[in-house]
């Protein structure tokens, strides 16, 4: 059950949009079932997703051990898609309550989430290096960094990527790959800002780059993905990025697997 944190650094790289139709792709066009959590305060997936973020309860009140992880999870109007929503309690939870005095509180989410049977479980973060951040990035296998071609979106990658590697020195995590978005395939400073990103995250960039479409904020506002609308730029974009996703989760995942299994014909020698 891999799970995967969807992180920036900064705001407008469509972190939020691309979690959404991931996940929204992984459970209608390849039968995964898919867990997806807004960790957010924002809550900007919550309502991405035609919920309202005032009217259901978040991780905040699982993490403080309020309520069972499976009475805060919804199903969505995508089949195999299920969702647990945000709220403003999430912005401070980690001072207040029980988490307050427990020097371990990042672990605890990837505790709360350890039974869960899902194919795939998708953590959509705010967009900085907070401790809602950490807390799901020490809960994952795997990080999607977010990027937008524009100066200080990239500017901020450097930072971000020594963030992954201090928590990746601590707890098993790998960089599944970088997704562009807000992508035009005439900009003027497009190699300049893909050698940044070579640099700081070598050859994790995905080749499929989402390019600018108004149908992606039209399917926001009326609660569903931009799979559900007419075929749209972004839509064809996000299929194909997941393709990718998928495919370096099989090699990344079968690498392991073999690395398992030579270690344990070692110990048996």
């Given at each position: ?191 300049a800002f893909l050698e940044v990103i070579e ?8 080749n499929s780059k989402i390019r600018r479409d ?56």
């Amino acid at each position: 059950m891999p799970t995967i944190t969807v992180c920036s650094f900064k705001g407008g790289t469509a972190k939020t949009s691309t979690s959404l139709h991931i996940a929204a792709a992984f459970a209608q066009y390849h039968k995964k079932k898919v867990l997806l959590i807004d960790f957010d305060p924002q809550a900007n997936l919550t309502t991405g997703l035609g919920f309202d973020p005032d009217q259901y309860d978040s991780l905040a009140s699982v993490l403080q051990g309020e309520k069972n992880l499976k009475n805060v999870i919804k199903k969505t109007n995508t089949p195999r898609l299920d969702l647990i929503p945000a709220d403003t309690w999430l912005e401070r939870v980690e001072v207040s309550g029980v988490l307050a005095s427990d020097r371990y509180s990042h672990e605890r989410l990837k505790e709360i989430l350890a039974p869960l049977k899902y194919d795939y479980i998708i953590i959509d973060t705010p967009p900085s290096l907070c401790w809602l951040t950490e807390s799901a990035l020490i809960a994952s296998d795997f990080a999607l960094v977010c990027a937008a071609p524009e100066f200080y979106s990239i500017k901020g990658l450097s930072r971000l990527g020594q963030f992954l590697e201090s928590i990746g020195e601590r707890h098993k995590l790998n960089v599944a790959g970088v997704c562009l978005s807000f992508w035009n395939p005439r900009g003027k400073s497009n190699e300049a800002f893909l050698e940044v990103i070579e640099s700081t995250f070598p050859g994790k960039l995905f080749n499929s780059k989402i390019r600018r479409d108004i149908t992606v904020s039209e399917a926001a506002i009326m609660g569903k993905p931009v799979f559900t609308s007419a075929v749209s730029r972004a839509g064809e974009d996000y299929i194909a990025l997941t393709q990718e996703i998928l495919h370096r989760f099989k090699k990344e995942l079968g690498s392991r697997a073999l690395s398992i299994e030579d270690a344990e014909k070692k110990s048996t020698v």
